[in-house]
C-alpha cells in the first residue's frame, strides 16, 4: 500500500505566491485612498456636528452662539476673531455661547471643546475665525452667498470633501466636491 504525503508541492505554493502578489499589486493603491477618504470623513463628521450643536444651542439659548478656530493645544480660546479671509482650522474648534456679542469664549461660555484633527487632515474655512449663529439660528457672519468648509488630506489631493453653510443656517454636504479647486459645483 502507497503512503501519500501531505502537504502543497513546490508548483502549488508558487501559483499561490503568483495570484496573492496581483492581489496586492491591485489593492494596495487603492488602500492609501481609502485611508485619507477615511480620514476626511471622520473631520467631516466632527465638524458638522459641531456646527449642528452650535445652531440647535442658539435656538434652544435664544442667544447667539459661536464656533471659532482654536489656537494650538492645550489653550482652550479663539484663535482671532477676523470673519474674513480663508483661515486654517486644523488645530480644532471651540463652541461657545457669546452673550456678550465679543467673539471670545470664557471659561463659563465654553460648550463644547474639539482638539486638533489628524496631523494629514486640514479643514481652511472661507470665512474666517468664527462663525456666528443668532438667537433664531441664522448665521451672523453670512456674506450675501454660501460659506464653505474646503476638508483635505494631505496623503491624497485628490481626496476631500466639502461643507457649505447657508446664510439661513443649514449645513450643507457638497456632493460634487471639486478637491484641487475647492469648489462645490452642486449648489
Known amino acids: 500500500m502507497s503512503v501519500r504525503e501531505k ?5 502549488e505554493l508558487m501559483i499561490t505566491l503568483v495570484v496573492l502578489g496581483i492581489l496586492l499589486l491591485v489593492a494596495v493603491p487603492n488602500f492609501g485612498s481609502f485611508v485619507a477618504q477615511s480620514r476626511v470623513d471622520a473631520v467631516k463628521n466632527k465638524l458638522v456636528s459641531s456646527i449642528a450643536l452650535a445652531r440647535s444651542e442658539a435656538i434652544k439659548r435664544g442667544s447667539a452662539v459661536a464656533v471659532c478656530r482654536k ?3 492645550p489653550a482652550q480660546d479663539c484663535d482671532g476673531t477676523d470673519t474674513v479671509g480663508s483661515k486654517n482650522w486644523s488645530n480644532g474648534w471651540l463652541v461657545f455661547l457669546d452673550d456678550d456679542d465679543n467673539q471670545i469664549p470664557a471659561a463659563a461660555e465654553i460648550i463644547k471643546v474639539y482638539g486638533e484633527i489628524d496631523a494629514a487632515s486640514t479643514i481652511q474655512y472661507s470665512r474666517g475665525d468664527v462663525v456666528i449663529f443668532d438667537s ?3 448665521l451672523d457672519t453670512a456674506s450675501a452667498g454660501d460659506e464653505l468648509f474646503a476638508i483635505g488630506d494631505t496623503g491624497d489631493a ?3 470633501a466639502g461643507i457649505s453653510l447657508r446664510p439661513t443656517g443649514r449645513i450643507r454636504m457638497c456632493a460634487d466636491w471639486t478637491a484641487s479647486a475647492a469648489t ?3 449648489n
Open 7 to 11: 502537504g502543497f508541492t513546490l508548483i
Open 71 to 73: 489656537r494650538a493645544d
Open 136 to 138: 433664531v439660528g441664522l
Open 158 to 160: 485628490n481626496t476631500g
Open 184 to 186: 462645490c459645483a452642486d
